[in-house]
């Protein structure tokens, strides 16, 4: 099926009111001969930017459309629901509060997956600033950069590998939206990993060693954004992290991804455990008992380990001790 336009940008935000036009004009600003669409998921805003939306969907009729809203739906399906609405060959990523700062980023990145067919994706440095907008950091300055990130790299640094604002993606969820509702279905807060992860599944990417957008650090009382709300809200965010790699264990059984890579599940999963129990001790035996129970009953799980049940049994036994080992520490 021919794709309507070059290029989906999927923005989704929550009482961005402060930060929404920036946000829009670094996409309105963009110098390429790539025809785009922007793609607005905002999430029942109760701060004003539902009306900056609106006026910038007045002025730009064609090319601005809005996935409407009657209630609040949380950060994971709205961005579903986004993407489910895209219609570009390529999709581009930004939260209302981010922003790009590179006028030729489009064109660069749908330049070079037009000249590298086998390429699905590529991303680029990442610049870090403060609520104000001052600068912070710039992302992976240990590597050297113009080359490939693979499923290594996320083993490494997890979702600190690439921001999802750097990325430019070949449009795989075009026409079969259904096959990736885990990105709602697996946890409220979060996709980042989990879309990572689809990503290499499907090809290394390409990463520039320029930035080209920013990330907005924010971490206060009473933000709505995912950094502060993890920071308030620390115990119901480990719980959903959890539920989010039970989801990706199962999802990814049958990828393409190394079986260490997926036993990397499992380890994360061990510090989602040992994390509440450094918030609530007291909670320690009873999620001990559900980690016991889940890798007990999933035939997946079981799967990875080659061998009879009872080497599975005692590989169970040996990595529930070091797991509880490491809690008490």
């Avoid at 990736?180 to 946890?187: G, P, Q």
């Avoid at 320029?210 to 993890?230: F, L």
């Avoid at 920071?231 to 965010?237: D, F, G, I, P, R």
Wanted: hydrophobic share 35%; aromatic share 12%; with cysteine.
């Amino acid at each position: 099926m021919r794709a309507a336009v070059d290029i989906s940008v999927a923005i989704i935000t929550y009482n961005h009111k402060n930060y929404i036009e920036q946000a829009l004009e670094s996409v309105l600003s963009q110098k390429t001969d790539c025809t785009y669409e922007i793609v607005i998921g905002d999430d029942c805003s109760t701060d004003g930017t539902t009306e900056i939306i609106g006026r910038y969907a007045e002025e730009y009729k064609n090319i601005i459309r809005t996935v409407k809203r009657n209630k609040n739906v949380g950060p994971t399906k709205n961005l579903y629901d986004v993407i489910s609405s895209c219609k570009g060959k390529y999709i581009v990523f930004l939260e209302g509060d981010d922003y790009y700062t590179d006028i030729y980023k489009f064109q660069k990145q749908y330049d070079f997956l037009e000249s590298n067919e086998n390429i699905k994706a590529c991303a680029h440095r990442l610049e870090i600033v403060d609520k104000a907008g001052n600068h912070l950091l710039y992302t992976l300055s240990d590597l050297e950069l113009n080359s490939f990130m693979t499923e290594k790299h996320f083993e490494l640094y997890n979702t600190d590998m690439l921001h999802m604002n750097t990325i430019m993606l070949e449009n795989f969820f075009i026409g079969d939206m259904e096959k990736y509702d885990i990105i709602y279905k697996s946890n409220y807060w979060s996709a980042h990993s989990l879309l990572l992860l689809m990503i290499l599944n499907l090809t290394d990417i390409y990463v520039f060693s320029e930035p080209m957008s920013v990330w907005r650090q924010v971490n206060e009382v009473g933000a709505t954004n995912y950094t502060s709300q993890a920071s308030s809200k620390a115990l119901e965010m480990y719980e959903e992290k959890i539920k989010l790699y039970k989801a990706e264990l199962l999802y990814f059984k049958n990828s393409n991804l190394s079986l260490n890579f997926k036993k990397m599940f499992l380890l994360c999963y061990w510090n989602g455990i040992k994390k509440i129990s450094e918030i609530n001790p007291t909670d320690k035996a009873m999620w001990r008992k559900k980690y016991r129970a889940y890798l007990k009953k999933s035939e997946h799980i079981q799967a990875m380990f080659v061998g009879t049940v009872s080497d599975f049994s005692n590989t169970l036994n040996r990595l529930i001790h070091q797991i509880y080992r490491k809690i008490r520490r």
